[in-house]
């Protein structure tokens, strides 16, 4: 199995930052992708972006130029650099990492972390 572990989401004030961190740990033979994703209330969860194995990344049109994603593979941790950031934002952010563990490779899904910006 693979945990994921997010931390750094908050309240910030319109045009600030913030960083979300994501790291797996567990059962890991490999990982592909990892990713963010945010769910707002009464909205379905949409991706914000994606990295793949080979740091090839893929933003949400919303967030291009404020947002970057990144990984250290070393320590199986994706980052989330959210700058400039609008009360539109707000939401729960969830990690997603696909992984393998044992012979299967699947989704794995952080328990989320609320970001919130004011206006």
């Known amino acids: 199995q693979v945990q994921l572990v997010e931390s750094g989401g908050g309240l910030v004030q319109a045009g600030g930052s913030l960083r979300l961190s994501c790291a797996a740990s567990g059962s890991i033979f490999s990982i592909n992708a990892m990713g963010w994703y945010r769910q707002a209330p009464g909205k379905q969860r949409d991706m914000v972006a994606i990295i793949t194995s080979g740091s090839s990344t893929n933003y949400a049109d919303s967030v291009k130029g404020r947002f970057t994603i990144s990984r250290d593979y070393a320590k199986n941790t994706v980052y989330l650099q959210m700058s400039s950031l609008k009360p539109e934002d707000t939401a729960v952010y969830y990690c997603?990492?696909?992984?393998?563990?044992?012979?299967?490779?699947?989704?794995?899904w952080g328990q989320g972390t609320q970001v919130t910006v004011s206006s």
């Open positions: 997603n990492v696909v992984a393998r563990s044992g012979t299967v490779t699947r989704p794995y």
